[in-house]
């Protein structure tokens, strides 16, 4: 049953299951709408796969190793004045004297 206040916005919404009454055009469409539905996911599905395994061929993860020298980007730092362009992009070389995780050093 429809709730109150609640109107249907798409086709599929008034279609229901425990209707048994429903035309043979309506039931047909919903069949296609599901197969629809079901060949859209499946393609975001091999789509989202195919991303992630691209992303891991050309992706390393970085290993530091206390006592390694590594720069630290610039881009989110606030508080270099001057234009963009003048900037350096790096900050460093810094020493790790610390891990805290994979990628959290001090």
């Known amino acids: 049953m429809i709730d109150k206040y ?26 296609m709408l599901e197969k629809a539905i079901y060949h859209a996911k499946t393609c975001m599905q091999d789509s989202v796969k195919h991303s992630k395994e691209r992303w891991d061929q050309s992706h390393e993860t970085p290993y530091f190793k206390i006592g390694d020298l590594v720069l630290v980007s610039t881009l989110n730092f606030t508080n270099i004045k001057g234009p963009k362009k003048l900037k350096y992009s790096f900050a460093g070389p810094f020493m790790i004297k610390a891990l805290h995780g994979p990628n959290a050093v001090q």
Do not use: G, V
Request: charged fraction near 30%.
């Open 6 to 31: 609640w109107s249907p916005r798409l086709p599929y919404d008034t279609l229901k299951k425990d209707f048994m009454d429903i035309h043979p055009i309506a039931r047909s469409f919903k069949i």
